[in-house]
């Protein structure tokens, strides 16, 4: 006696090419928001790392001149970088003097840099900078973040 063997017919169902579907869609999706995200981030770290390099050579300028109160950094890097003295609303942290503001632009982001000082003894000076900036990298009036650094000269 034969069996006759049922044959499947071949091909995909309906159901199949849904759930196939979703499954790219979800794998396309996630993608895009891996990619959006990870240029979002790398954004930002690029505006904090040239935030913190403009903080560092302002600050160690500012320490390496014979007379700190004479420091003027529009004159030493007015070549090199747009820079200009800003006479807007950032004010010298608590307890400081401040010695200027600055609006530095680098690569059409603004950056505005504080610099100020305290005497802490008889001989001893804390030259302080801040560097503020807007945290999306366009230039609203509108800065949200921050990089500080502090050094200590002997006068």
Not at 80 to 98: D, K, M, V, W
Request: include cysteine; glycine fraction near 8%.
């Amino acid at each position: 006696m034969y069996h006759k063997k049922h044959k499947q017919p071949s091909g995909l169902t309906f159901i199949e090419i849904m759930v196939a579907s979703v499954v790219l869609i979800i794998a396309v999706i996630g993608t895009s928001a891996y990619r959006y995200n990870a240029s979002l981030n790398l954004r930002r770290a690029k505006l904090k790392t040239t935030a913190s390099r403009t903080g560092v050579l302002l600050c160690e300028s500012w320490r390496g001149i014979s007379d700190p109160n004479s420091f003027e950094p529009a004159d030493t890097f007015g070549s090199q970088l747009t820079i200009a003295e800003e006479s807007g609303g950032i004010s010298a942290p608590s307890g400081f003097n401040l010695h200027d503001v600055y609006k530095i632009t680098i690569e059409g982001v603004d950056y505005y840099a504080v610099l100020s000082w305290k005497d802490i003894s008889v001989g001893l000076r804390a030259l302080n900078v801040e560097i503020w900036w807007n945290q999306r990298g366009n230039n609203e009036d509108e800065v949200d973040k921050v990089f500080k650094m502090t050094t200590y000269i002997t006068l």
